[in-house]
C-alpha cells in the first residue's frame, strides 16, 4: 500500500477545482481519473458560460478546461489518468486498477470525490435502438470526437442541454428536426433557446416520443401530444423522419463509490436524486470524505468548480496547511460566488435544495 | 460521418491513420480516436446484439458509465468502445449477447 496526502477522485471541473486548491496551499495531492485525459466533460462544452466575470462568464467551457490543466501542470499534483477507482475502504484507503492491468491501494489522509453525473434514459418502445442516445453523448461525439452520429436529430427535452446541444448539432452539420417538451413551457435559457428557434428549429412543448422505429438503427420517431394528465392524446400522432433522437432528460450523481463508502444517503429531486449528505465545507459523514460537483447534486460546472475549491480548501485546513483566518478568507470568497451563482430565476430552486441537503438530520 | 470543419473548432486537424480490422475486414482509422467514433463515422449501423433477442446495440451516455457500445475488442469481451482508443491492428469484433473470452485449447 502507499501513502499519499489528499487523494481527488474525477478530473472534470469539480476534481481539478479541489486539486488545486488544495495544492495551492500546500497540501500533496493525487489525482485519479478512468480517463485517458483529464477535463471531464468541459471539453464538450464548446458554448459561452455563463454569470458574472468572476465566474468566466463568456469563456468557453472547452477553454477553462484547458486553463484548469495548464494551472494544475505549474504546481506538484500527481495524475492517474486510465485508473479506475473500484472501492474505498476503511474510510481512507483507495483501491485503483490502473491502465486495466495493475492492482494499487492508495491510503489518502483526506479523500475528495468529485465522480459526476451520467445522463438519464427516457422509456419508450424502441428506446434501445442504436440512434438513440444522450443529449451529451451526441454533444461528445460531435465536439470532441468530430464525428456526427446522426444527420437529422429529435431531441427530446428542452432544458439547457437540450437547447445547447441541439444548437452545436446544427453547428456541426446536423438537420434538428424538432425539440419536444413534456412540460408546458419550455425550459432552456432564453439565449439558447432564441438560437435554436432563430435557426428554424420548431418546439413543441405538451409533447413526448411515442416511439422509435427502425431495423438495426433509428429510421423514424413518432411524436405525440400530451393531455393535462400527461397521457397522450391519440390520433395527435407525428412520424418525423429521423436517425438520432436525443435525450436531454436530466442527469443522475454517480454516487456508487461514496454510498458503498459509507456515506449518508439524502434524496434531492431538485439536484438529481439520491446524493451523499454533506457539510457546507462538503464534508460527508465519514470524516476523511469530502465531496464537490455534480455528485453532490447536479448543477452547472461554474458551480462544481466552486464547490470544488471548497472542498480543496476544506480538506487542507484539516490537515493544517492553512491557517483558521486564511481558511475563513478564502472559503467565504467562494461561498459568495456560489451564492451569487445559485441566484435568479434558475438558480434559487437549487440553492433552497442545498441548503435542504446540508441541513437534512 | 466526419465533421471536418467547424464554426468553433476550426478544421479538423491532421491525425495519422491507422489500420483496425472490424469483423474481419480493415478499415482505416485515425491514431487517438475512439473505437465507437470511428465506427460511427464509418457508417457502422450497431455495435452489439443482445444475448436473447438478438435486438441491436449502439451508444447511449458516450462517457464510459452505461456499457451500452460494449465489443469484443483483441479477444476481450465487453470493452466500452466509447471510450477505448484505436490501435493500429486492433481486432474488433460485433459482440453477440456477453461475448466469450479465449479460450486456452486442451489436448
Known sequence: ?361 | MRIDDHPVLGPLEERKQITIIVDGEPLKVFEGEMIAAALIANGKQYLRKTVKSHSPRGIYCGIGRCTDCVMTVDGVPNVRTCITEVQDGMVIETQLGYGTWKQEKHQ
Open chain 1, 1 to 361: 500500500m502507499i501513502e499519499r496526502e489528499i487523494v481527488v477522485i474525477g478530473a472534470g471541473p469539480a476534481g481539478l477545482s479541489a486539486a488545486l486548491e488544495a495544492a495551492r496551499s500546500g497540501a500533496s495531492v493525487l489525482i485519479i481519473d478512468e480517463n485517458h485525459r483529464p477535463g471531464g466533460q468541459l471539453f464538450k462544452q464548446i458554448h459561452k458560460f455563463f454569470g458574472s466575470h468572476e465566474h468566466r462568464a463568456g469563456v468557453r467551457g472547452i477553454d477553462i478546461g484547458t486553463q484548469l490543466i495548464e494551472d494544475a501542470s505549474h504546481l506538484d499534483i500527481e495524475v492517474w489518468l486510465d485508473s479506475e477507482v473500484c472501492g474505498i475502504f476503511h474510510e481512507r484507503e483507495v483501491w485503483v486498477v490502473r491502465s486495466r492491468e495493475l492492482s494499487v491501494t492508495v491510503k489518502a489522509k483526506s479523500i475528495i470525490i468529485a465522480t459526476g453525473a451520467v445522463e438519464n434514459a427516457v422509456n419508450f418502445t424502441g428506446w434501445t435502438l442504436p440512434g438513440v442516445m444522450g443529449a451529451g453523448a451526441a454533444q461528445t461525439m460531435i465536439n470532441i470526437h468530430r464525428v456526427l452520429p446522426g444527420k437529422k436529430v429529435l431531441m427530446i427535452g428542452s432544458g439547457n442541454v437540450g437547447v445547447i446541444v441541439s444548437y452545436q448539432l446544427l453547428q456541426a452539420g446536423a438537420d434538428v428536426k424538432a425539440v419536444v417538451e413534456a412540460a408546458g413551457r419550455l425550459g432552456g435559457y432564453g439565449v439558447h433557446t432564441a438560437k435554436v428557434r432563430r435557426a428554424g428549429v420548431p418546439f413543441y412543448t405538451r409533447t413526448t416520443v411515442l416511439e422509435a422505429r427502425g431495423n438495426d438503427h433509428v429510421s423514424e420517431a413518432v411524436i405525440v401530444s400530451l393531455d393535462d394528465a400527461w397521457k397522450p392524446i391519440p390520433g395527435t400522432e407525428k412520424v418525423l423522419d429521423v436517425d438520432t433522437i436525443c435525450i436531454a432528460a436530466g442527469l443522475t450523481p454517480l454516487v456508487e463509490l461514496a454510498f458503498a463508502a459509507g456515506c449518508r444517503k439524502v434524496y434531492s429531486p431538485v439536484l438529481g436524486g439520491m446524493v451523499p449528505w454533506h457539510d457546507a465545507s462538503m464534508r460527508t459523514n465519514v470524516p476523511s470524505l469530502y465531496i464537490a460537483g455534480d455528485v453532490s447534486g447536479v448543477e452547472e460546472a461554474s458551480t462544481a468548480m466552486e464547490e470544488g475549491r471548497l472542498a480543496g480548501l476544506s480538506a487542507a485546513y484539516s490537515l493544517r496547511y492553512i491557517e483558521k483566518d486564511e481558511y475563513d478568507s478564502r472559503f467565504n470568497d467562494a461561498l459568495r460566488r456560489i451564492d451569487s451563482l445559485r441566484s435568479g430565476m434558475f438558480g434559487e430552486k437549487r440553492r433552497i435544495a442545498k441548503h435542504a441537503i446540508i441541513n437534512h438530520i
